[in-house]
C-alpha cells in the first residue's frame, strides 16, 4: 500500500532562518506531487506541484522553492525565513497518468511551522 | 476553474444525517465535484468525487442536481468523529497533473 511521510511534524524558526521540509510517498512510481500551505483560519493554498524529477510548477509567487531531486521525494525550501511563512504544510500525492476525470489526492501528516 | 460556495458552519445532532450543500454555479462540463474533510491538525482525506450521478461509497453519498449546478454531501449516520471542515472544490483535471483548489470550506460540528 502506498504511504506519504513528511518531517518534521513541528518546527519553531527565527525568522530569517532556512527552511527545509521533505516528503517521502512509497509504495508508488512517478507520483504527482503538491505542497500546500494553510494559514490559521484559511483554506489550503497549493503553493507547488511535480509531475517528475526536476518538474517543479510554481502557483503563487512567494518566498519559498520547491524541488524534486528523486522519484518519490519532494522539498519545500526558503533561504530566509518571513513571520508569514507560517502555517500547516501539507504534502500530497496522486498517480499520474490514472484516469482524465477525477484522481483524488492523498495528503501527509503536514508540517506546522511558526516563525518568530 | 470553477468556484464554490459553501456555508461556513453547520451543526448536527450526533446519528442524524448530514447534509452539507455546495453551489458551482460556473462548473463546466467536463469538471468533476469533489469532497474532502479535514479533521483538525490532519491532512485532508478524500471523502467522494461525482460528474453528473449520485455517487455513493461507505463514507458518504453525493447527490447532484440535475444542472450540476449544486450538490450536497451526505454522511447518513453523523458521529462525533465526523466533526471537521468539509471542502467542497470543482476542478477538470488537466494533463499532467490534478490540481485541488480549496477554499474555506464548511465547519461541521456534531453534537452529542
Known amino acids: 500500500s502506498q504511504t506519504i511521510h513528511q518531517w518534521p511534524a513541528t518546527l519553531v524558526q527565527p525568522v530569517g532562518s532556512p527552511l527545509s521540509l521533505e516528503c517521502t510517498v512509497e509504495?508508488?512510481?512517478?507520483?504527482?506531487l503538491y505542497w500546500y500551505r494553510q494559514a490559521a483560519g484559511r483554506g489550503l493554498q497549493l503553493l507547488f506541484y511535480s509531475v517528475g524529477i526536476g518538474q517543479i510548477s510554481s502557483e503563487v509567487p512567494q518566498n519559498l522553492s520547491a524541488s524534486r531531486p528523486q522519484d518519490r521525494q519532494f522539498i519545500l525550501s526558503s533561504k530566509k525565513l518571513l513571520l508569514s511563512d507560517s502555517g500547516f504544510y501539507l504534502c500530497?500525492?496522486?498517480?499520474?497518468?490514472?484516469?482524465?476525470?477525477?484522481?483524488?489526492?492523498?495528503f501527509g501528516p503536514g508540517t506546522r511551522l511558526t516563525v518568530l | 476553474d470553477a468556484k464554490t460556495t459553501q456555508p461556513t458552519s453547520m451543526d448536527c445532532a450526533e446519528g442524524r444525517a448530514a447534509n452539507l450543500p455546495c453551489n458551482h454555479s460556473t462548473i463546466s462540463g467536463n469538471e468533476y465535484v469533489y469532497w474532502y474533510r479535514q479533521i483538525h491538525s490532519q491532512g485532508p482525506q478524500y471523502i467522494i468525487h461525482?460528474?453528473?450521478n449520485n455517487e455513493t461509497n461507505e463514507m458518504a453519498s453525493l447527490i447532484i442536481t440535475e444542472d450540476r449546478k449544486s450538490s450536497t454531501l451526505i454522511l447518513p449516520h453523523a458521529t462525533l468523529r465526523d466533526t471537521a471542515v468539509y471542502y467542497c472544490?470543482?476542478?477538470?483535471?488537466?494533463?499532467?497533473?490534478?490540481?485541488?483548489?480549496f477554499g474555506t470550506g464548511t465547519r461541521l460540528t456534531v453534537i452529542p
Open positions: 509504495g508508488t512510481s512517478n507520483p504527482n
Open positions: 461525482g460528474l453528473k
Open positions: 472544490i470543482v476542478r477538470v483535471v488537466e494533463t499532467g497533473a490534478n490540481n485541488l483548489f
Open positions: 500530497a500525492w496522486n498517480k499520474a497518468g490514472g484516469p482524465r476525470y477525477g484522481s483524488e489526492q492523498f
